[in-house]
């Protein structure tokens, strides 16, 4: 190919595009004799191995999860990062608008529908459009303006300049409180919040409400994003005692069971056994490397992010592809290796927690040796594929010496 000044002007606007390295890449195999144009004042810039281009590749980055799994603090994790766009499950809004709020049971119309919308929420968050929340939000945002957005004060971005002039870090040693960023700052204005998602460089949001990472397959493959899956997975059995604690009323039966350590006959099994089966078709989808979802698929265990924060976070920052900041480090540092003994996640329905190692233990000395006995078998197969130890009796489940976690590498897959 000719060495020409349109072959620069392409690597020019290419650029705008490609990180760096592909750029150099693509100058030297293209312009062989490409030196003369550095005597260019004009092009001087493009020829400097220091040369950044003006704006890097975004990255849309899914915290893909279930429900008590962790999520809130690995989100954190990206949430810190302060060239990261971060929105902590908006799904929310799309999933109460299309339950039938008469209905007792609270039922969801029609799944496919639910999950399309999802997508299609997800698809215009990625790229900024904000404004197509107001589908969902109930009441109705008035002038692009909503008092009713989803646990706000969980995004950084939406409690900070330009969404809030007044807004200062909630530094991480406050007590999580999910009304001091509107008390701050305000209604939310949608138009200023797409602003300061498109002069971020990476959007990343957290969801725990699509099932399986299949369901996610049209996006992976949209030529728009650049996808990054980070699924997070945690012990079913942790999971349930999470749940159980954080919602007390739902698992009123299971919570007989514990204290009485007999079955009732009405306590559903269905809920966990689903979440079980979810997260292994997930990770079993994820690490069989289908063309779709190469590159793009991340399996993390909530365990040994608790266990090895800092290795962990930096596994994740690689695989994003994005460089990990002073801010995500300190954050680290300051939420995991406190010496609170009592682990937070059971005081608070939402918090994150100081003591993550203890934390991520803490079922094994709160749920009856029957549950976790009915869990390992509802579950087999997802504590199998996932390396989680079955315990065989009460004296190995409060030992807090035997871990039930095995080594594992999940390889990222590249
Ligand atoms: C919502 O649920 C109620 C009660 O089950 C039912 O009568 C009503 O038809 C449902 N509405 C829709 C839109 O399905
Ligand atoms: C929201 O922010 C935009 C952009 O700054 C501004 O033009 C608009 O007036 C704001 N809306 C309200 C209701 O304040
Ligand atoms: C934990 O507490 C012990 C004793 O109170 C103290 O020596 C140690 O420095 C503390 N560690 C951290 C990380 O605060
Ligand atoms: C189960 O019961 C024990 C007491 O037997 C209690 O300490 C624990 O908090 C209960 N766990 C849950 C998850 O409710
Ligand atoms: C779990 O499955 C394995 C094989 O995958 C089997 O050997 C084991 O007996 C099963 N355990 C239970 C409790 O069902
Ligand atoms: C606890 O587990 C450890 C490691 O498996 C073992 O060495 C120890 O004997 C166990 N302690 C009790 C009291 O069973």
Not at 234 to 261: C, E, H, Y
Not at 282 to 308: C, I
Not at 398 to 410: A, D, G, I, K
Request: proline letters at 5%.
């Amino acid at each position: 190919m000719e060495c020409s000044w349109k072959t620069v002007l392409l690597l020019v606007c290419a650029s705008l595009g490609v990180q760096y390295t592909a750029i150099r890449t693509l100058r030297d195999s293209l312009c062989p004799g490409f030196a003369f144009l550095c005597q260019d004042s004009r092009w001087r810039a493009l020829c400097a191995d220091s040369w950044v281009p003006v704006e890097l590749p975004r990255k849309h980055i899914l915290l893909f999860a279930t429900t008590r799994s962790g999520s809130s603090f690995t989100g954190q994790l990206l949430n810190q990062h302060p060239a990261i766009f971060y929105v902590f499950e908006p799904l929310y809004h799309v999933q109460q608008a299309f339950t039938n709020s008469s209905s007792r049971l609270r039922r969801t119309l029609d799944r496919r529908a639910l999950l399309g919308a999802y997508r299609d929420l997800l698809l215009n968050l990625y790229t900024c459009d904000l404004h197509f929340m107001e589908n969902y939000i109930r009441p109705e945002p008035q002038d692009h303006v909503t008092s009713a957005f989803f646990r706000r004060s969980s995004s950084h971005a939406l409690c900070s300049p330009p969404v809030c002039t007044d807004g200062v870090d909630a530094t991480a040693n406050d007590p999580p409180d999910e009304t001091w960023c509107p008390k701050k700052c305000g209604a939310l204005n949608l138009t200023l919040a797409s602003l300061s998602c498109l002069s971020r460089g990476h959007v990343a949001i957290k969801t725990v409400r699509v099932p399986e990472v299949g369901d996610l397959r049209t996006l992976t493959e949209d030529p728009r994003l650049d996808l990054k899956i980070i699924h997070l997975v945690r012990d079913p059995r942790a999971v349930l005692a999470s749940r159980m604690m954080a919602f007390a009323d739902q698992f009123r039966a299971w919570k007989i069971w514990n204290a009485t350590g007999r079955q009732p006959r009405y306590v559903d099994l269905t809920q966990i056994t689903s979440t079980c089966k979810d997260m292994a078709a997930s990770a079993e989808t994820g690490l069989r490397r289908p063309p779709w979802l190469r590159g793009r698929y991340l399996l993390v265990r909530y365990e040994d992010l608790a266990f090895s924060p800092k290795d962990k976070a930096a596994e994740i920052y690689k695989f994003v592809g994005v460089e990990m900041e002073e801010r995500v480090r300190t954050w680290i540092a300051k939420n995991t290796n406190s010496n609170v003994s009592a682990p937070s996640e059971w005081n608070y329905r939402y918090s994150t927690t100081r003591d993550s190692r203890a934390t991520a233990e803490s079922w094994r000395l709160r749920l009856g040796f029957d549950i976790v006995r009915a869990v390992q078998n509802l579950c087999n197969d997802t504590l199998a594929l996932l390396g989680y130890r079955h315990v065989h009796s009460v004296a190995e489940l409060r030992n807090l010496s035997h871990s039930l976690v095995e080594r594992r590498t999940f390889k990222p897959v590249t």
